[in-house]
């Protein structure tokens, strides 16, 4: 193991956050099946004031969740330095079989953990808690999730000795057989004209929705396919666009000081917008619930606006750092 202060934090922090959600999943277990709003009984009092208390808990502990994504990727990219042939995280990832898994897990955890804060914010702007039981449903479906990613970062982290010769990710995104190279391999005419479209969709039917409050169907399923694309988009594109070379293609480098650390703002925008747009959806299945008829509406506009800034942050900056490269493709 490399005792860096970003690896023991990271380390300390997951396993905390694995012991309160075990905790708050054991309790939500009794409160899902013994939840009785209409009983004054004293177990009834008891679970409204432990589900307060969990619900306080987990949003701490589903904010840092969302933090430790991008505290990861900054902590494999800043241990490159120690390991032969790596040149950013990229290469530091590859220095085990675990680093992928982990960055894939941790971005799947990103939109859950995301979508359980706003499911939970609705919860909780209404009186009788109609959402108790499919939030509480939701952490029983998140906790293995959580729990696995502490457990493969545990191994990741534990696994990385710098006497390691890795690969660097012009190997990985560029030369070997993968998946990577496949899309970075993709036409960058075709890559260009579907990233135009999706994104162009998805501003439209955020705006949509917005203005109208319907077919609130259409943002779900158009984010996720602007996060699928956009991220193909980063290999195919972007970054050639923005590392003003046409066979770089890493997705990582971006968060380098030479490039102004854009990645960040990059994925930060495009996460956001992917979560907020997916709100949309989620809270559909409940504006039906008496107590939610007037909250959910307001709630679905808020995302619908944070979604359309989001991707179109997103965009702006694809554009300008385009219009600003020196390559032409």
């Not at 990271?10 to 905390?16: F, N, T, Y």
Request: glycine share 6%.
């Amino acid at each position: 193991m490399i005792l860096h202060p970003a690896v023991i934090a990271l380390l300390a922090s997951s396993g905390l956050i694995s012991l309160l959600v075990l905790y708050s999943a054991r309790h939500a277990i009794r409160i899902y099946r013994k939840w009785d709003l209409k009983s004054g009984s004293s177990l009834q009092l008891e679970l409204e004031r432990r589900t307060y208390l969990i619900s306080t808990v987990l949003a701490y502990v589903f904010g840092f969740q969302l933090i430790s994504l991008f505290l990861f990727i900054y902590t494999a990219d800043s241990l490159c330095t120690l390991f032969t042939g790596a040149m950013c995280a990229a290469g530091t990832l590859q220095v085990n079989r675990f680093g992928y898994p982990v960055l894939f897990l941790k971005v799947l955890n990103f939109i859950l953990a995301g979508l359980w804060l706003i499911m939970n914010n609705t919860d909780n702007r209404a009186e009788d808690y109609p959402l108790i039981r499919p939030k509480y449903l939701f952490l029983l479906v998140l906790t293995p999730l959580i729990i696995a990613d502490t457990v493969l970062q545990a191994r990741y982290f534990l696994g990385l000795h710098p006497d390691v010769i890795t690969s660097c990710c012009g190997s990985l995104f560029s030369g070997s057989d993968n998946a990577f190279s496949d899309l970075a391999a993709f036409p960058p005419a075709i890559m260009k004209a579907l990233f135009s479209v999706v994104m162009v969709a998805v501003l439209a039917a955020s705006a949509f929705f917005y203005k109208t409050g319907e077919r609130g169907y259409l943002l779900p399923v158009l984010s996720i396919a602007a996060f699928l694309v956009a991220a193909a988009s980063m290999l195919s594109f972007i970054g050639p666009y923005i590392y003003e070379l046409p066979t770089h293609h890493c997705p990582f480098c971006l968060l380098q000081e030479g490039y102004g650390y854009v990645g960040y703002f990059l994925y930060a925008a495009l996460f956001c917008g992917t979560v907020a747009g997916m709100g949309v959806g989620v809270l559909i299945l409940f504006r039906n619930k008496p107590s939610l008829v007037a909250i959910i509406p307001a709630l679905q506009k808020k995302l619908a606006l944070v979604s359309f800034l989001s991707y179109l942050l997103f965009v702006l900056l694809v554009l300008f750092r385009i219009a600003m490269s020196n390559l032409v493709m």
